[in-house]
Each structure stands twice: as structure tokens, then as C-alpha cells.
């Protein structure tokens, strides 16, 4: 029951009924994986939808001299490896989990058998590729045309959620996280994180920060 109701949440499978949905749960592998652990290197070739069912992972890039930038992170109900499944191309980006997680892998051949019986679930796959390419678009402009502080300001607000009178990022991000993720170094992010909170803009606590009032993008 808890799979179940966990992959009604999931946007792709939107268009199915309990019937699909538990037909489409029966033919899936679910593995369990320590934190750390690599489960997709780029260059991998790869035919399967990987759908988190517990924990997070963060889809990364790493350099010749072995340096990460964060794509993005997700969590339950969000998926990957929609992209490798489509066109049949290695793996763009390395996936690694963040912490003790689950996932539950759907073969190619199973999910292009609900693809004929429900075409409604295309669509619903190209909206979630068009909305991780305008993420994309909106990261790459990011590192174009601002400079660091605009960009750590513009990722804190993004991730924030409301929560009574303040915003906070429920990801308990590192300072090197958030370096990955802007393109900068750990120093520099720590050094405007403590400025922000010296300005009265955010709070930090045990790594959840608050977002107490706007966020300037230049300084």
C-alpha cells in the first residue's frame, strides 16, 4: 500500500488507475542502497526509469580533476533516467545517492507497454523533460549573468517553502553543496552565508537555513 499510494504521487504515472498502477508495481526491481553510493556514472548506457521511493540523490557532473557540480536533487516520488530511456544515449550526468535510499527500477519493454495502453503518460513525460530543460536554461543564465551572490541568493530562494512567517530550504545543504551547486568555491558561499546572516536575511541551523526577509542578488 505504501509503494502504491507513493507511485500515485509520482506526476509521470498520473493517468494510471489502481489496476495499472499494481500491474506497473509488480513488474518493478526494488533495491535499497547505502548513502554515498554511485548508482549511474555519465557514460553509462542504461534503458530503465529509476523512481525514488525513499531517501535522495543528487544528479551530478564531475571534472578531470575531480571536481562536482551539483545538477540537481531529488527526492521521493521524483524520478530519473527518462532521457537514457528515450533516445538511448550514455548517461549525461553520474547519479549518487545523498543518504540511505530506495528506488524502484521499471524496465524499458514494461513501461512502453503502458506507453501503447495509456498514451496520456507521454505527455506527462515530456512535461517533466521540458520542465527540467527550462531548469536548465534558468541555471546556465544564472551562471552567465550573475555573480555569485546572485546566484546562491537565486538557488536559496528557489529551494525555499513557506513555513509561518518565514521561507526555509528544507534540504540540509553543506556549504560545499552549495558551492557545487553555484559554481563557486566553499569559501566564498561560506563567506556570504555569514553575511546574510549578519544582515538579518537568513538563519542557519544544524544546516536547515531560513529565509527571514528578500534576498538582494547583487551586494
Known amino acids: 500500500m505504501k509503494a502504491l499510494s507513493l507511485i500515485k504521487n509520482v506526476p509521470l504515472f498520473s493517468c494510471l488507475d489502481d489496476i495499472e498502477l499494481e500491474g506497473l508495481l509488480k513488474a518493478a526491481v526494488r533495491k535499497t542502497f547505502a548513502r554515498h553510493t554511485i548508482l549511474l556514472n555519465a557514460g553509462d548506457t542504461t534503458d530503465s526509469l529509476y523512481v525514488i521511493t525513499e531517501g535522495k540523490v543528487k544528479a551530478v557532473i564531475i571534472d578531470e580533476h575531480g571536481k562536482e557540480i ?64 527550462r531548469k536548465a536554461n534558468q541555471q546556465i543564465e544564472s551562471l552567465a549573468l550573475m555573480d555569485v551572490y546572485g546566484r546562491v541568493a537565486t538557488l536559496l530562494t528557489e529551494a525555499a517553502k513557506p513555513l509561518g512567517s518565514a521561507a526555509v530550504i528544507p534540504e540540509a545543504l553543506t556549504h ?8 563557486s568555491s566553499r569559501e566564498m558561499v561560506s563567506r556570504i552565508l555569514n553575511e546574510l546572516v549578519r544582515g538579518g536575511y537568513i538563519a542557519v541551523e544544524k544546516r536547515i537555513i531560513s529565509i527571514i526577509k528578500k534576498l538582494p542578488y547583487t551586494w
Do not use: C, H, W
Request: net charge negative; charged share 25%; glycine share 10%.
Open 176 to 183: 560545499q553543496e552549495i558551492a557545487n551547486m553555484v559554481g
Open 70 to 133: 551539483i545538477l540537481s536533487i531529488s527526492g521521493p516520488g521524483e524520478y530519473f533516467g527518462e532521457m537514457a530511456m528515450i533516445d538511448g544515449e550514455p548517461r549525461s550526468a553520474t547519479i549518487m545517492t545523498r543518504e540511505q535510499t530506495e528506488i524502484m527500477i521499471f524496465s524499458k519493454g514494461d513501461l512502453r507497454r503502458v506507453f501503447a495502453q495509456n498514451p496520456d503518460i507521454v505527455f506527462n513525460l515530456l512535461k517533466g523533460l521540458t520542465r527540467r530543460l
